[in-house]
């Protein structure tokens, strides 16, 4: 494609002095083929580079980024509830990991393992983290003495390593992840359910503050929980291009089942042993790619400006005769005043790029607000602000550049909100019977419906809907519930229902 469209400016006989003129426009569009859509946009957004290991990709700075901003953010949030990061190994004893015989049972396949060094077996094979329950607990066991030892409450930072099978998607589904895992040990039950609604808190406040992404609190049904735990919490978002819901991140509380199997005792205060109860929580760079699902648009990533490393990029638009040094100046010179009051904003100086090809770059890459400064806007002082967002030109006096910047970067995260809320709340769809619940999933839908919260239930759901784009299953029954009169029914069985669900596709 770059090929293609350098070869016809070149026919044009345009900007011969601006090197790489490529076409920088996308060849798929969101709403056309959602799915090539997104592999090109996180390529040429420079978000991603591929790899030559199916399922592995390079995270490249702009991705890292945003990862590094949630990151600051929740690291400080845990910090002050107290938690402390460590670090465990990356490899796990066949033993260890499969101390846990439920926990483990279903995941197996998943499970990566070394088996070589250089060109000779290993006496034993050493599996690599797929999770670290099972890594961690043994020490926790070693750790937790009495009473005063309670609460343990860890937190890593790191990779992990489940060997997928169905289609790799960037961010969303990757054999090799990065997430903070939060591993947490209490005296009580009501300690370990206040956290798991502490963190979910936060997992919340990453999807809607930070990424501007709406997402659902709920609780996960008895299929669709951790089976090693006795609940699951999660945040569900919904990609409305493809009607498939999202995990975004878990907060479980494994109730005591792992302070059984790996006897996580302690001495109370009436001098009595007792087992701890324990949470586990993460969540995972696929947040990044449910942002880029949810704001992404034909010309390329649409970044909230709470995560975008640049928030303001500076054009220079210099003119033939015009007075090119104090454009440059004037450029400089709002870069500074923006860093000075905190925003990020750079400029693009090149040389070899003309500012038409900076437009469509900084486009791509998703950056809020586009400052240009032309010949124009010199004479008169004032800079040109453009919103990646909604498109629209705001000529500002370059006295008020920085309470103006401040202003649009706040309206367009909120706008961003808004627009990804409404946008998901016209996929919502009630029902009431398996009639409305099929049509409804046939228009890629996120269904809320009545249900008796049957194991059975759900299993048959998920038979019925078996075809080409997969079954659908039940999201998460919402904190929020709307009210359930007397004698409504479950959508499914006909029993009666006993809450209100979210159902559908899911990644
Ligand atoms: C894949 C292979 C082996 C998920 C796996 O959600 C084990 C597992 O235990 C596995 N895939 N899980 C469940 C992970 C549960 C839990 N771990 C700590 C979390 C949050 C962080």
């Not at 999660?234 to 493809?242: G, H, I, L, R």
């Not at 228009?443 to 019925?464: F, G, H, N, S, Y």
């Not at 659908?472 to 919402?478: E, N, R």
């Amino acid at each position: 494609m770059a090929g293609k469209d350098a070869k016809s400016n070149a026919a044009k006989g345009k900007k011969k002095e601006v090197k790489k003129e490529t076409g920088l426009g996308l060849s798929y569009k969101k709403d056309e083929n959602f799915g090539e859509w997104y592999s090109e946009v996180v390529v040429n957004g420079e978000m991603i580079e591929y790899y030559d290991i199916s399922g592995c990709y390079i995270l490249r700075p702009w991705a890292m980024s945003i990862w590094e901003i949630m990151q600051t953010f929740f690291d400080a949030e845990i910090k002050k509830m107290k938690i402390k990061n460590c670090y465990f190994p990356l490899f796990v004893s066949s033993g260890v990991l499969q101390k846990e015989k439920d926990h483990i049972e279903g995941f197996a396949p998943e499970v990566a393992w070394v088996t070589k060094s250089g060109e000779s077996e290993l006496e034993m094979p050493i599996a690599i983290r797929p999770t670290s329950e099972t890594v961690m607990y043994p020490y926790f066991s070693k750790w937790i003495r009495g009473h005063r030892d309670l609460p343990l409450r860890l937190n890593q930072w790191c990779n992990v390593v489940r060997w997928e099978f169905s289609n790799p998607t960037p961010f969303i589904r990757s054999r090799e992840f990065l997430w903070q895992e939060g591993h947490t040990a209490f005296a009580t039950k009501e300690e370990a359910d206040t956290e798991v609604l502490d963190i979910l808190e936060l997992y919340r406040r990453i999807y809607e503050e930070f990424l501007a992404v709406p997402v659902i609190k709920g609780k996960k049904s008895e299929h669709e929980k951790f089976a090693g735990g006795l609940y699951t919490t999660t945040v569900e978002a919904f990609v409305p291009n493809t009607g498939r819901g999202v995990q975004g991140a878990t907060s479980h509380c494994l109730g005591q089942n792992f302070a059984k199997m790996f006897e996580i005792n302690f001495e109370n205060e009436k001098g009595e042993k007792a087992m701890v109860w324990q949470n586990s929580w993460a969540y995972t760079t696929r947040t990044i790619g449910v942002m880029i699902m949810v704001h992404g648009d034909d010309k390329g990533l649409v970044l909230p400006p709470k995560v975008a490393s640049v928030q303001v990029i500076v054009i220079p638009v210099p003119y033939k005769d015009a007075d090119t040094k104090g454009i440059f100046d004037a450029c400089a010179a709002t870069v500074k005043s923006l860093n000075e009051s905190g925003i990020r904003a750079e400029a693009d100086f090149r040389d070899n790029y003309s500012p038409g090809w900076k437009y469509s770059h900084w486009e791509m890459k998703g950056v809020p607000l586009r400052i240009e400064i032309g010949p124009k806007d010199y004479a008169n002082n004032q800079v040109r602000a453009v919103r990646r967002d909604n498109a629209t030109k705001h000529d500002i006096p370059m006295a008020d550049v920085v309470e103006r910047v401040k202003d649009m970067l706040d309206n367009i995260q909120q706008s961003l909100f808004d627009a990804a809320k409404e946008k998901r709340d016209v996929c919502i769809e009630v029902v009431h019977t398996w009639e409305e619940f099929a049509e409804a999933l046939g228009q890629k839908k996120m269904i809320l419906a009545p249900w008796c919260d049957e194991e059975e239930v759900e299993r048959d759901v998920k038979t019925r809907t078996k075809g080409e784009m997969g079954a659908a299953k039940s999201l998460c029954s919402p904190f929020q519930q709307p009210e359930l009169p007397e004698g409504t029914l479950c959508f499914a069985s006909g029993k009666p229902a006993k809450k209100w669900t979210y159902w559908g596709r899911s990644y």
